[in-house]
């Protein structure tokens, strides 16, 4: 019996852990998922910013839809201060030198029913709050607007809602950006067909602009061009571009939809 157990004890235990391949392959493995996870998250880091641009927008559409009932069905104006009841009071220097403080917003008819200014700011602008404190601008074919100088009627205005023919298919707000130093009053394009694009769409969110409507819903639109047209012709130094296709179309059939066109 003794004999037996020495024995036992003397036969070796098999060495404990990993072998040169099954630790090749778990790195392997872990390698794998590592990357898809850092493939994705710039995707989803995208998204969430997206949400937040177009929480925003819907912020500020809803305080304009609450001006509107507050005042007896009239909008606040969608200029930056060329009127007392405009939603920004302030105005740049036309020579590229302007800025816009937050004064001016607060200064404005939107401040009450938003008080918050990361509402005014997209999470894609790329210029720091020093240089660009607005991201945001309203559609300037309606309210107090500058549609006329774009094809509109010489006389026309859209003051309440009542006046717009197709809600859900007007653009209310947009991410504008405006070479001159902030976004000067409301946003809009030639509605005549004739390709002009007087004020440009911010191009930073890959592969889509974001807007919201006058029935208070918001949309993504994915632009057909490709995202190296857009960068191109939404950051001249220039306004008055000559730019026509399917995009073009498709946001001055959504400027004033019913009216003219």
């Given at each position: 019996?003794?004999?037996?157990?020495?024995?036992?004890?003397?036969?070796?235990?098999?060495?404990?852990?990993?072998?040169?391949?099954?630790?090749?392959?778990?790195?392997?493995?872990?390698?794998?998922?590592?990357?898809?996870?850092?493939?994705?998250?710039?995707?989803?880091?995208?998204?969430?910013?997206?949400?937040?641009c177009l929480s925003n927008q819907r912020q500020l559409n809803i305080g304009f839809v609450q001006y509107y009932g507050d005042n007896s069905g009239r909008f606040m104006g969608v200029d930056t201060g060329l009127v007392a009841?405009?939603?920004?009071?302030?105005?740049?220097?036309?020579?590229?030198?302007?800025?816009?403080?937050?004064?001016?917003?607060?200064?404005?008819?939107?401040?009450?029913?938003?008080?918050?200014?990361?509402?005014?700011?997209?999470?894609?602008?790329?210029?720091?709050?020093?240089?660009?404190?607005?991201?945001?601008?309203?559609?300037?074919?309606?309210?107090?607007?500058?549609?006329?100088?774009?094809?509109?009627?010489?006389?026309?205005?859209?003051?309440?809602?009542?006046?717009?023919?197709?809600?859900?298919?007007?653009?209310?707000?947009?991410?504008?950006?405006?070479?001159?130093?902030?976004?000067?009053?409301?946003?809009?394009?030639?509605?005549?067909?004739?390709?002009?694009?007087?004020?440009?769409?911010?191009?930073?969110?890959?592969?889509?602009?974001?807007?919201?409507?006058?029935?208070?819903?918001?949309?993504?639109?994915?632009?057909?061009?490709?995202?190296?047209?857009?960068?191109?012709?939404?950051?001249?130094?220039?306004?008055?571009?000559?730019?026509?296709?399917?995009?073009?179309?498709?946001?001055?059939?959504?400027?004033?939809?019913?009216m003219f066109q």
């Open positions: 019996m003794p004999l037996l157990q020495t024995r036992a004890r003397s036969i070796p235990s098999r060495p404990q852990g990993f072998t040169l391949v099954e630790l090749l392959v778990v790195i392997g493995i872990v390698a794998l998922i590592i990357a898809m996870v850092l493939s994705i998250v710039p995707q989803i880091r995208r998204q969430s910013m997206s949400a937040v009841w405009d939603w920004v009071q302030g105005q740049a220097n036309l020579n590229g030198n302007g800025f816009e403080t937050e004064n001016a917003l607060k200064k404005g008819r939107m401040w009450s029913y938003v008080g918050n200014f990361g509402a005014y700011r997209s999470p894609f602008d790329p210029f720091t709050p020093f240089q660009r404190l607005r991201t945001y601008s309203f559609n300037a074919f309606i309210s107090t607007g500058e549609g006329p100088m774009w094809g509109g009627p010489p006389n026309w205005t859209v003051n309440t809602m009542g006046k717009i023919p197709l809600p859900s298919e007007t653009i209310v707000t947009s991410l504008e950006y405006d070479h001159r130093g902030y976004n000067i009053n409301g946003f809009g394009i030639s509605v005549t067909g004739d390709g002009i694009w007087i004020d440009k769409i911010a191009a930073w969110h890959p592969g889509h602009w974001n807007f919201t409507l006058a029935d208070g819903s918001v949309r993504s639109y994915a632009h057909v061009a490709k995202q190296a047209d857009v960068d191109y012709y939404m950051t001249l130094p220039t306004n008055g571009i000559y730019w026509p296709g399917n995009d073009y179309e498709w946001l001055r059939k959504h400027l004033a939809p019913g």
